[in-house]
């Protein structure tokens, strides 16, 4: 390696894996309570792995028929390079093992955290927290890992000095890119799936239990209580996971390539320029371990400490990021400094308002989710009105925010010079990676929340004493509050990386067409397009601009395919559910015991039937996100992909905002009700206000994360088929 | 006029007007009814013509501003052509007339219809459509007619031959399309006040009477129930009349300007180019008028019947238009007359299969309506999942089919060459004047619908004998078919004269160049720009690309825009609809006797409650639909607001079919279960699905259809605006 601070970035990675071990260890060593509580947790970690083993076979399959493809089209048709079906299973092989150790991790520390609730609340946040930064610093870490060792082999088979360095930094940038199409289609997976796994589960287990028999939230004679509990752990750590290491990757990765372009004609600039994202996410992994050993109180430390301890561990992550990046762009030693580090800092300020502002609209210690709540008073129906007039209303403030850090970091990395736009698109690409940088910690309390969901599951199906499922219930209160901020912040982040990558398409297609072989069907595209073609040659060529009908019809169909894939999604929990129903009212028509406490109920039977519900109903919304992108560009080319993306990021960015705050807001009126507000349980409001939640649930947990992937996916789908695209266009 | 072809436009326009007139006659002949029934009417027209005023005040007053603001900017800025301000004024004026003479037959009708159901179906059939005709053809004739006088009274004052013709034929072009802002921001007081107006009676009539105080629909009793009869007529005679009124005008409009620039360099035909849409317009007119006799049955026809019959009409309209054109467009004798009739052809194809797919989606004779239905079983939030799943599925093959009909028209129009821009939009812009040629019939069929709900109401309320509520209601199940028909058909026409509108921009921004004054501060744009620039010289000149991040900003703003004005008008029901719920109970309790039947109900102070809340409620979505764009070209300049066009295009198309289809099928979901399926009335799914069928209320009659006012009417701000964007953008 010719460029010796590189080897800071797998260091960093290096250490943070070093913790995960190290939390991962402290944590087992902790007690894992009576028999009853181990047993509990022996279900849900068998439901885990029982879930777990069945989608792993599902990615089999589809990963090694796309490996079969994509080797087919580097080998025999030379439409992509010979090293990107390898980085495509890569990137799916360590996305996949990162969701594996969060979810070993969660299922092991739920018990654990009951027991230690039952000495104290501070102890019990311990462990939770420290469970969830497993996931976190893995996530980081293997990611950071495997990128950052992909560049070195790929630079050393490609080398990036001499002669040949630049067009080889773009093929090397270039191919890892396929790393993250691994890491996406593995988060579809992990994402959508276990979306609609979660939900099936969730809505199933409360129609039967609480609707028709009256027996409480995680009660053990639920049969689909375990999947349930399983869920939790699918949606939100395994899938939560998944989402954010590949817009972890994916921001590094197309910032990588937009920094190869951004110092044309500047041979060794464009190194540093394509390690420099990499050596800023090492910064932010080393500071969010950091972060995560000031997240402790005091015994007997009340709500509002345990929430300002976790506010501690992140914003002075964030802080010490924004100062230590500077000094790191300052040692690389990339022009505009100061430009560069703006868009980093752009990016970390974008991620924490967003994270404010969903805290605004689905708390319900603010007016908006109150209004909700009131609204209760004349029904469901004007519950769910106003939970979707505010839902939708929702969206102004990180639209405006997403928007407005798109112009800083733009117009700061560029110098404020608009023509000078490579550059700005770098900027761009360093907001994705700055908001992403402190992930190691954020991910961490996005994942804390189910493991305490869960410890409070188990308390509660242990008959531990009331005090230790009051403390978990005060750790759970906490976790629905960062889940909610975890979420805007995984939208926002999914925004600007897959921006990042649309502008990335452009060098795919250039490395494409430095590759590609006889088989190039396009008149003569390399006799016009010089090696160094300029973005401006390129959208002239292909014709990118808006009044290209092309462009309009795929902004339609980006849009049509937000709608589409969400509406899917709703529907497939739906079915899911209503197949979960039939199962739970077997079991207890079959073993009248069940009921009253004598006969065990068959909860892996439960799992399983989510589980393969998940995996049917998946099968056609991810068609449909794999699908299209190559349909379009085999129809129309290059224009009518980049519309589709355009189309699709616009929509589902906004539309994935509206249905995560629509849903977290009804979820959090029925608290207020339910905290003895508007009449207090079943009181008309209360009624009104559980309708609103149980819609909510698809809409928050489902079909708007899920949004998430489409956006990402498509993104990655396009990179991945730039030859095809160039080669065989119809129209 | 150089060209005499051209007064068959006005000829026909004025034709279109006298079977208005005649139609209107003919009703006022009809018997009016008892006694009671006139009473009731009188109250209905009362309470119409309330709204009316208040609502021509708020415009008056608007309008009078902007009329100000644009005399500013053409008199001293030199900003915007002097004519313009006037045709702004025409434009207003004209479509505030048409509304009005279709709500004063439409309040006339209700109680005739009632009076020829007494003898019988087909009498009652005849009566409610004709009378609908009465507005489709006020709408075709009035907007025609004043398109074609201005035309005329334009190229009077800059001669369109010569050689200044071009360039004068621009100016007239471009100058007229300020008709359509008027026309445009006309319908957003009639379509987003009318729907926020209609959707608070109709939810606050059925929250007190209903729900509180089990009494029927249409009840005299309600205080209420006259507001929502008035409703109907302001939401779906009014409101759909501007609606449709704005797309007649803004695509016969685009599509001249689009036809300037088709056939640059040749003069002649350039004139031609400009008045064929207005000729193929005028043909619709005529075979329009040809539709309506069409539409009768024979006595004691059964509703099958009813609808073949409206059918026929409307496809034999289609049907002629189809084939005149051809013969039009060859007299006319522009050059590829197949491509441009293709497009035509390819308009009207769209427009029927739209409607056809939305009533499949929201008919309860299929699959999907009953699904919502069945989905009752398990209570309302299943309906509501459900019905918000399908909504969005549903969104599928309508914008297939736009974006399949953008592109057969373009490359149908451009002889299937790509790089011939300007022919293709030309195409376009023919494929909306198509799809919109037989509007005179179509909307009739929209308007007759709350013609026959009125008149069964007023048959309720008149407490006429059973077997005439039986014929109004068979009338009005119809007028349920053709509303969802025509709300898909308004959606669908309305993407694509935006659509042309987007296109016709870019002739907007050449006029404000070569008439803007010495206030062009953008540096020397003119001395850089010839005036034949090409649309590529304008795309590279202002970035109009996918890579520029301030089209990416628009395009993420647009689709916000979509969001936050559904998201507002939604709260805007809840909360008038609040009010009124307050006005009912206080008349309830103030005077007892009300409910007893001893005391009149003040059904006044509901419509003039229901009127206040309506224009307060309108304030803020209509002051961001006008601003938004100016912001956004005083920032980003052109291509800041192209990106927003296509963002809220994108979005606002894709939302606004989902809006309208989910409430449609929750509608006669309800319907459905409420016709003795799935245990029928007071069942547990017919609960569920009143729910739904509240929630789809504002879906469907407000927040969807004021989706179509705001892509259109951005549109048509921009093009105002275009003297100012080119002259003041500041980044």
Redesign the interface.
């Known amino acids: 390696m010719s460029y010796p601070l590189f080897w800071f970035a797998p260091i960093s990675a290096l250490i943070a894996l070093f913790f995960a071990w190290r939390f991962y260890a402290g944590m087992i060593k902790q007690h894992p309570g009576n028999e009853r509580m181990v047993e509990i947790a022996s279900y849900v970690s068998d439901g885990a792995r029982a879930y777990l083993k069945q989608q792993y076979k599902a990615v089999l399959i589809v990963f090694t028929v796309l490996f079969l493809v994509f080797a087919l089209l580097a080998l025999v048709f030379k439409l992509m390079n010979v090293w990107s079906p390898l980085a495509f299973i890569t990137g799916g092989f360590f996305s996949g093992l990162a969701g594996f150790f969060g979810m070993k991790t969660a299922t092991a520390a739920a018990s654990r955290t009951a027991e230690a609730a039952r000495h104290s609340l501070d102890q019990g946040l311990r462990v939770a927290f420290r469970s969830g930064a497993v996931m976190g610093l893995s996530v980081v870490g293997l990611g950071l890992l495997a990128i950052s060792m992909g560049f070195f082999i790929l630079s050393s088979i490609y080398p990036i000095s001499g002669p040949d360095g630049p067009d080889n930094l773009l093929i090397v940038t270039t191919t890892l890119l396929l790393y993250g199409m691994g890491a996406s289609l593995q988060a579809l997976f992990a994402r959508v799936g276990g979306g609609i796994y979660t939900k099936a589960a969730d809505v199933g287990a409360d129609?039967v239990g609480k609707?028709e028999n009256s027996i409480p939230e995680d009660d053990p004679r639920n049969p689909a209580t375990i999947a349930d509990n399983v869920g939790d752990f699918v949606g939100d750590v395994a899938g939560m996971g998944a989402d954010l290491f590949e817009s972890y990757c994916g921001s590094i990765l197309a910032t990588a390539t937009l920094g190869v372009a951004a110092f044309l004609g500047m041979p060794d600039l464009q190194v540093k320029a394509a390690v420099a994202p990499m050596l800023v996410a090492g910064l932010g992994a080393l500071l969010s371990v950091l972060g995560v050993f000031l997240v402790r109180v005091k015994s007997g430390a009340d709500q509002k400490a345990l929430l300002h301890s976790l506010d501690r561990g992140i914003n002075t992550s964030a802080l010490l990021v924004a100062i230590g990046s500077l000094g790191m762009l300052y040692v690389i030693g990339l022009p505009n400094v100061l430009g560069i580090w703006g868009a980093v800092v752009t990016g970390l300020v974008v991620g924490i308002i967003i994270g404010k502002a969903t805290e605004y609209y689905t708390s319900h210690a603010h007016r908006p989710t109150q209004k909700i709540a009131e609204?209760g008073a004349?029904?469901?129906?004007?519950v769910?009105?106003?939970g979707?007039?505010?839902?939708?209303?929702?969206?102004?403030i990180p639209?405006?925010v997403?928007?407005a850090g798109?112009?800083i970091s733009?117009?700061s990395a560029s110098g404020f010079d608009?023509t000078n736009?490579a550059m700005?698109?770098y900027g761009?690409g360093f907001a994705a990676v700055g908001m992403l940088s402190t992930l190691g910690i954020t991910l961490a309390t996005d994942a804390y929340g189910p493991i305490a969901d869960n410890a409070g599951g188990n308390a509660e199906m242990s008959e531990l004493p009331p005090e230790v499922r009051e403390r978990t219930d005060a750790l759970d209160a906490l976790g629905n509050t960062t889940a909610a901020i975890g979420k805007g912040f995984a939208i926002g982040s999914a925004a600007l990386t897959a921006?990042a990558l649309?502008?990335s398409y452009?060098e795919q297609l250039k490395a494409a067409l430095l590759e590609a072989g006889d088989m190039l069907v396009f008149p003569d595209l390399r006799e016009i397009m010089p090696a160094d073609a300029s973005?401006?040659d390129f959208?002239?060529f292909f014709?990118?601009?808006?009044?290209?009908?092309?462009?309009?019809?795929g902004?339609?169909?980006?849009?049509?395919m937000?709608?589409?894939f969400?509406?899917?999604t709703?529907?497939a929990?739906?079915r899911a559910a209503?197949e979960m129903?039939a199962e739970v009212r077997r079991q207890f028509k079959e073993k009248p015991g069940i009921l009253s406490g004598t006969e065990k109920p068959d909860y892996a039977r439960c799992v399983a039937i989510s589980t393969v519900g998940a995996q049917r109903e998946m099968k056609l919304p991810a068609i449909l996100a794999v699908a299209v992108p190559v349909i379009m560009g085999i129809l129309f080319g290059p224009a009518g992909v980049?519309?589709l993306l355009?189309?699709a990021?616009?929509?589902g960015?906004?539309?994935a905002v509206?249905m995560a705050n629509a849903g977290g807001a009804w979820d959090n009126a029925k608290k207020y009700v339910e905290e003895g507000n508007l009449g207090g349980k079943n009181s008309t409001a209360h009624k009104a206000t559980v309708?609103g939640d149980?819609?909510g649930d698809?809409f928050k947990d489902t079909s708007g994360p899920s949004l998430n992937i489409l956006i990402k996916l498509m993104s990655m789908v396009s990179i991945a088929m730039a030859g095809i695209t160039i080669s065989c266009q119809v129209?």
Do not use: E, H, K, R
């Open positions: 129609l609707v609204a004349t029904g469901p129906a004007t769910i009105i106003s979707i007039g505010t839902g939708m209303i929702s969206t102004t639209v405006i997403v928007a798109i112009m733009f117009y608009s736009v700005g698109l761009i921006l649309l502008a452009m973005y401006w959208i002239d014709q990118i601009d808006l009044l290209n009908p092309t462009v309009l019809v902004i339609f169909i980006g849009s049509l937000a709608f589409l969400c509406g899917l709703m529907n929990v739906g209503g129903v980049v519309g355009a189309g990021l616009g929509s960015f906004v539309l509206f309708i149980t819609v698809p129209l």
